[in-house]
């Protein structure tokens, strides 16, 4: 997929919280400043988060509190590795019993992350105009999830992070 304003990156984002089921798992990978903290924001407010969602680069996570669940934001890109996420006991929360984990920079502690996910990956495109969005499902998240979000984006023609 192809998005080539932010809004489009938004949608997608509101489209996959408003998809998304307690012990999944996100992992959000691309270049810095390449729109994964803009797709988890409307991801939140697609769960019913309301409020603001800073990037938790210095406290690695973030827990809010959504509409049914709620939404772990793992930003790992200053951790050490794995054996760090281990000795936080940040690992109990991938996945979560009672929400979603979604997480940044999942590169930093890959052992620690689980089979089932789905991995999204966005990169700069069209000299840095657009970005390049792929949706790779994994394990017991399958190709139905990813038609699901993406008839849910369709259905949604405008984002609005009111």
């Not at 903290?37 to 680069?57: D, E, I, K, Q, W």
Request: charged share 25%; with cysteine; glycine share 10%.
């Amino acid at each position: 997929m192809l998005s080539t304003v932010e809004n489009q990156t938004q949608r997608l984002g509101y489209a996959l919280g408003a998809c998304l089921r307690a012990g999944d798992v996100v992992l959000l990978e691309g270049e810095m400043g390449a729109g994964k903290s803009v797709l988890t924001r409307a991801a939140a407010r697609g769960m019913g988060v309301c409020g603001p969602v800073p990037s938790p680069t210095f406290t690695i996570l973030n827990i809010h509190d959504g509409r049914e669940m709620k939404l772990y934001h793992f930003d790992l890109y200053r951790l050490e590795g794995e054996d760090a996420l281990y000795e936080m006991g940040l690992d109990e929360f991938i996945p979560a019993r009672d929400g979603v984990s979604l997480i940044e920079w999942p590169q930093m502690a890959q052992e620690a992350m689980p089979p089932d996910h789905l991995a999204i990956d966005i990169r700069y495109a069209n000299d840095g105009m657009a970005r390049a969005i792929t949706l790779v499902p994994s394990g017991a998240f399958d190709e139905a999830r990813i038609s699901e979000i993406l008839d849910k984006m369709e259905a949604c023609h405008e984002y609005s992070d009111d």
